[in-house]
């Protein structure tokens, strides 16, 4: 099974944008990611462990249904505003990048207008879930989109663009805690500083894809900042990972099963600095994937502790 001529080279073959997406359709769906699921699974698995280490400190047997819910909605809508909005400010960038040339907006499939008006209607589903919360966490989403508008910039004034994706990405860690409690405390913040960590670690994997073409263009990124010692590099940071998870989890007085998913955590983190080859690009886009289920991991970890510790 082969991808289509227009398929970006990210997407899964045969994905079902692909598939049975009508025509009119598929240059807005692969503009939203919908044909790359991993984007919004990243996005919201720190929304998840939040809710679900909430429901420990709070001596709940389960996260709240309904906030888990909302919280993947949110998660697909506005990564799909985040990444139209990325794509709109990067649209030049992209045509000079083999393999971003082909996104819609850079190949012309989309045009900056109709852009514009796909992003407000993904951020008005995005709003409609977000205000479904307490008045302490509408307030503490709407911050973060400082953070998510300064991103698509980054990458042209510091080697360091995956620490602002860290902040955009990482900041359902704070949403989680903050939707059941009304406010946050260490425990959220060190979730969300290990998440930060985390991001960091997994978009170096990810960049890692880009470094020729990025230097021609003057994109910079810590895949190219790190250099040959990339793979030590990511290591360092998923380390600092599991260190503030596990400070997040002893905040939050979680027990052993939320700590052997850390430790199952860690074991997946090793996995995938020992078999990644840098030089590969199909090897880093498979680790850079593969995070997904470290987020299951964790995730799986937390709602047994919460299920099974009284």
Same mark, same amino acid.
């Given at each position: 099974?082969?991808?289509?001529?227009?398929?970006?080279?990210?997407?899964?073959?045969?994905?079902?944008?692909?598939?049975?997406?009508?025509?009119?359709?598929?240059?807005?769906?692969?503009?939203?990611?919908?044909?790359?699921?991993?984007?919004?699974?990243?996005?919201?698995?720190?929304?998840?462990?939040? !809710?679900?280490?909430?429901?420990?400190?709070?001596?709940?047997?389960?996260?709240?249904?309904?906030?888990?819910?909302?919280?993947?909605?949110?998660?697909?809508?506005?990564?799909?505003?985040?990444?139209?909005?990325?794509?709109?400010?990067?649209?030049?960038?992209?045509?000079?990048?083999?393999?971003?040339?082909?996104?819609?907006?850079?190949?012309?499939?989309?045009?900056?207008?109709?852009?514009?008006?796909?992003?407000?209607?993904?951020?008005?589903?995005?709003?409609?879930?977000?205000?479904?919360?307490?008045?302490?966490?509408?307030?503490?989403?709407?911050?973060?989109?400082?953070?998510?508008?300064?991103?698509?910039?980054?990458?042209?004034?510091?080697?360091?663009?995956?620490?602002?994706?860290?902040?955009?990405?990482?900041?359902?860690?704070?949403?989680?805690? !903050?939707?059941?409690?009304?406010?946050?405390? /260490? !425990?959220?913040?060190?979730?969300?500083?290990?998440?930060?960590?985390?991001?960091?670690?997994?978009?170096?994997?990810?960049?890692?894809?880009?470094?020729?073409?990025?230097?021609?263009?003057?994109?910079?990124?810590?895949?190219? *900042?790190?250099?040959?010692?990339?793979?030590?590099?990511?290591?360092?940071?998923?380390?600092?990972?599991?260190?503030?998870?596990?400070?997040?989890?002893?905040?939050?007085?979680?027990?052993?099963?939320?700590?052997?998913?850390?430790?199952? !955590?860690?074991?997946?983190?090793?996995?995938?600095?020992?078999?990644?080859?840098?030089?590969?690009?199909?090897?880093? *886009?498979?680790?850079?994937?593969?995070?997904?289920?470290?987020?299951?991991?964790? /995730?799986?970890?937390?709602?047994?502790?919460?299920?099974?510790?009284?």
């Amino acid at each position: 099974m082969t991808a289509r001529a227009d398929s970006l080279p990210d997407a899964a073959p045969r994905n079902w944008v692909d598939r049975h997406a009508p025509g009119w359709l598929r240059p807005y769906a692969r503009l939203a990611r919908w044909d790359r699921p991993i984007g919004w699974w990243l996005l919201l698995w720190p929304c998840w462990w939040s !809710a679900a280490l909430a429901a420990i400190a709070a001596g709940r047997s389960f996260p709240v249904l309904w906030h888990l819910a909302f919280f993947l909605v949110g998660a697909i809508a506005m990564r799909g505003a985040g990444c139209t909005y990325n794509d709109f400010i990067d649209r030049d960038l992209d045509a000079q990048v083999a393999r971003t040339r082909m996104r819609p907006i850079a190949s012309g499939a989309v045009s900056a207008r109709q852009a514009a008006v796909f992003l407000v209607l993904q951020a008005l589903v995005g709003l409609a879930v977000l205000l479904q919360f307490n008045a302490f966490t509408i307030w503490l989403g709407l911050a973060s989109l400082l953070v998510v508008a300064f991103y698509p910039f980054a990458k042209r004034v510091t080697d360091w663009p995956q620490v602002v994706l860290g902040f955009a990405f990482s900041w359902g860690a704070l949403m989680g805690w !903050a939707a059941l409690f009304g406010g946050l405390g /260490f !425990a959220p913040l060190a979730l969300y500083a290990g998440a930060i960590a985390w991001t960091i670690g997994y978009d170096t994997i990810y960049a890692l894809q880009d470094r020729e073409d990025d230097a021609v263009v003057g994109v910079r990124s810590t895949a190219r *900042l790190f250099g040959g010692r990339a793979r030590l590099g990511i290591a360092l940071f998923f380390a600092l990972a599991i260190l503030l998870f596990g400070l997040a989890f002893v905040a939050a007085d979680a027990g052993i099963f939320a700590f052997g998913g850390l430790a199952a !955590a860690a074991a997946h983190f090793a996995w995938q600095v020992a078999t990644l080859d840098p030089r590969d690009t199909a090897s880093a *886009l498979r680790r850079f994937k593969a995070n997904s289920t470290t987020g299951w991991i964790l /995730f799986v970890g937390l709602l047994l502790d919460a299920a099974l510790r009284f």
